[in-house]
């Protein structure tokens, strides 16, 4: 894309409902968005407006692209009522994404919460392409109700097939529910990895990366090695409007993707 202003325009294919609240949805871009798995797009609805997404699709797939979406606001709203066969733009790639090579020979712990799984879905499926390359990787996934886990087929698919090992909670259990109850921070302990040669991946609404972050400073993993998928009001996309500025990173440029070693010292980090 040589003009980077310019959203190329894609066609929605499928619409799936992932939660009351969140839906995936499936583009056909005109032409490739090749994007690096954390980075994030800008997302136009024609006569809305544009609104920041990372991509819940691997890397190494780049016929189509799919972005997760909670309804929360009035391009997410518009976005939720559109149907296949509508048209989008789509802007970017923007930002850093995860530094895999750095994570090769090592264990991976991807730590999520609620929506936040969809950029860690990204991350889970480029790392699954590769598997072999690392130690070992765990998923620990919390929401706060079972109705509000998303992907559920498809995370019990990479539980069963063993290269993940994964483990899910939720905040407030149901009539159905068998599984654990607690916050994710109750299941990060007892994961097989060794924090000291390992990295951490981190995603979620701010209070539960805040929480999630401490709880792995306290059984050892170093402050350079999590990992944190930070979310703020992107808007340009190249750190020029300052909405997303934390401290002296411009998250659109330097993030979204930002070591807690590199962010700890800013006081704003968890608003």
């Not at 996934?141 to 993940?164: H, L, S």
Request: hydrophobic letters at 40%; proline letters at 7%.
């Amino acid at each position: 894309m040589n003009n980077p202003y310019l959203p190329v325009g894609a066609t929605i294919r499928e619409v799936v409902e992932e939660s009351p609240t969140i839906r995936s949805f499936v583009l056909l871009p005109d032409e490739p968005v090749p994007f690096l798995t954390g980075q994030f797009l800008a997302l136009t609805v024609p006569g809305v407006g544009e609104a920041p997404f990372t991509p819940s699709s691997s890397q190494y797939v780049t016929d189509r692209l799919e972005l997760t979406v909670m309804r929360v606001g009035t391009v997410t709203e518009a976005l939720h009522a559109m149907r296949p066969g509508d048209r989008v733009g789509v802007r970017g790639p923007f930002g850093t994404g995860y530094p895999l090579d750095a994570f090769r020979g090592r264990g991976v712990l991807v730590v999520g919460g609620g929506v936040g799984l969809a950029p860690l879905r990204s991350l889970l499926l480029t790392l699954r392409h590769d598997i072999e390359r690392y130690r070992k990787v765990a998923l620990r996934y919390g929401a706060r109700t079972p109705a509000d886990i998303i992907y559920r087929r498809e995370v019990e698919e990479w539980r069963r097939d063993g290269r993940i090992d994964v483990a899910i909670t939720v905040d407030r259990g149901d009539g159905e529910w068998t599984g654990r109850v607690g916050l994710v921070t109750t299941i990060l302990q007892d994961t097989g990895i060794d924090p000291r040669d390992s990295v951490a991946v981190v995603c979620g609404p701010p209070v539960m990366m805040k929480f999630a972050t401490f709880k792995l400073l306290d059984i050892g993993f170093p402050p350079a090695a999590i990992h944190l998928s930070m979310e703020k009001n992107m808007s340009c996309g190249f750190g020029k409007c300052g909405h997303c500025r934390l401290g002296t990173v411009y998250v659109c440029r330097d993030g979204p993707v930002l070591t807690y070693e590199r962010v700890k010292d800013f006081r704003e980090i968890w608003e």
